[in-house]
């Protein structure tokens, strides 16, 4: 990186040397990505025209709403929540980490021992029941059989008649709009 540093074109090495820092960091996690580049780009894409749909409509949109917004087809748009479906891990660490949460991890016990841990924790909590009382019930009640229940896809299918893969969209399709959601606070 030194070696390649030319103080003539007037740029402080520090600037430089950030520059190419976070260039290698940011080439280092895309390859250690296991999702391509345009499934990421198409869940952004999807999640995005989500958002605005719900703010321009006042309530959530609908697939054929989302899928005329992209420009695409239903069956499209369905395709896409399938392959962004294995792309959407979400760590509840990741998201206080992106929204700002002072509140330093420490022990459990000094945990409970803090009012005001206990408050924003309890607050995060809300907003998130929240989000999911907010969502279309069908996406709820697969929400519900998946995490609290803790049904696989196939026996959300028999329960709701339909097959595992649009439970998966269905699935997908409520924690887009949880992100979209949670995303504005």
Known sequence: MVDRYDALQGTAFTTYAVQRIR??????????????RSVRRNAREVAQAMGQLEQELGRNATETEVAERLGIPVAEYRQMLLDTNNSQLFSYDEWREEHGDSIELVTEEHQQENPLHQLLEGDLRQRVMDAIESLPEREQLVLTLYYQEELNLKEIGAVLEVGESRVS???SQAIKRLRTKLGKL
Do not use: C, N, T
């Not at 260039?23 to 391509?36: F, I, K, N, T």
């Open 23 to 36: 260039g290698a960091m940011l080439d280092e996690l895309r390859s250690r990505d296991w999702v391509p």
């Open 169 to 171: 969209q269905l699935h």
